[in-house]
């Protein structure tokens, strides 16, 4: 189960919107990766994402904008 502390932690780094993108991008990516290897998942690809992006094997670069 998804602990609250952990996605309360990411979104205190970057823009919450940033870390949803971020994070289903990375879902794909892993679910096509198994699908191209014809691997079985025991676990959904969101959960994994997140936990990768909590233990910060990848992390979200600030992209700064004109206004800043």
Do not use: C
């Not at 079985?40 to 959960?47: R, T, V």
Request: charged letters at 35%; glycine letters at 2%; zero cysteines.
């Amino acid at each position: 189960m998804l602990n609250p502390r952990d996605t309360y932690e990411l979104n205190q780094l970057n823009s919450p919107y940033a870390n949803v993108v971020a994070i289903s991008k990375r879902a794909r990516e892993i679910s096509e990766e198994a699908e191209e290897n014809h691997v079985i998942m025991s676990e959904k690809p969101l959960k994994i994402a997140i936990a990768e992006f909590v233990d910060g094997k990848y992390v979200v670069d600030k992209v700064e904008t004109e206004e800043e």
